[in-house]
């Protein structure tokens, strides 16, 4: 039963974590290539609010 939590909420995360792009640590690189795929898609990178600048997965793909 434990274990059936535990893949539910890893599941219920990784849901979550699709919206924007993976995580990790945005340096110039990853914040270049995010940026480009949201462009390519019609929309501009932004920090989320309360976001951490330092996370990529704090920013996201807004419509222009």
């Known amino acids: 039963m434990r274990g059936l939590?535990?893949?539910l909420v890893a599941l219920g995360l990784s849901a979550c974590a699709e919206a924007g792009?993976?995580?990790g640590v945005a340096n110039y690189d990853s914040l270049r290539a995010a940026a480009k795929t949201?462009?390519?898609q019609?929309?501009?990178l932004v920090l989320r609010d309360q976001g951490?600048?330092?996370n990529i997965s704090?920013?996201?793909c807004k419509r222009k």
């Open 42 to 44: 019609g929309g501009r």
């Open 52 to 54: 951490d600048p330092q």
């Open 58 to 60: 704090d920013y996201g």
């Open 38 to 40: 949201c462009e390519d």
């Open 5 to 7: 939590v535990i893949a």
């Open 21 to 23: 792009p993976q995580g």
